[in-house]
Nanobody, 116 residues
Framework: QVQLVESGGGLVQPGGSLRLTCAAS????????MGWYRQAPGKQRELVAS???????VYADSVKGRFTISRDNAKNMLYLQMNSLKPEDTAVYYC??????????WGQGTQVTVSS
């Protein structure tokens, strides 16, 4: 079992920055993939950024150059640094972990609202 808790969301003006944090606990050694997803009202949940086996990172085209995903294994934390935020980045952001046994875990989500 893996437990995930997100934090760091909030209200920010366009052009601003936020850093999301996902605290992981449980069977962390079995995790090979961690990612950030988001879901806006009326839309499907989509991948924002992911990091696999600590090296391979993937970003959605819409966030490339603005968002950075990172992982601190010593602290069991996953981060998403979001810069140059746009209103279309408004969504609930979720942390996800996948294990070598093909189990998938999600956090409860954190709301990000970009508005003036």
């Amino acid at each position: 079992q893996v437990q995930l808790v997100e934090s760091g969301g909030g209200l920010v003006q366009p052009g601003g920055s936020l850093r999301l944090t996902c605290a992981a606990s449980g069977s962390i050694s079995s995790v090979y993939f961690m990612g950030w997803y988001r879901q806006a009202p009326g839309k499907q949940r989509e991948l924002v950024a992911s990091i696999e086996i600590e090296i391979n990172t993937v970003y959605a085209d819409s966030v490339k150059g603005r968002f950075t995903i990172s992982r601190d294994n010593a602290k069991n934390m996953l981060y998403l640094q979001m810069n140059s935020l746009k209103p279309e980045d408004t969504a609930v952001y979720y942390c996800r972990a996948m294990t070598y046994s093909s189990s998938s875990y999600w956090g409860q989500g954190t709301q990000v609202t970009v508005s003036s």
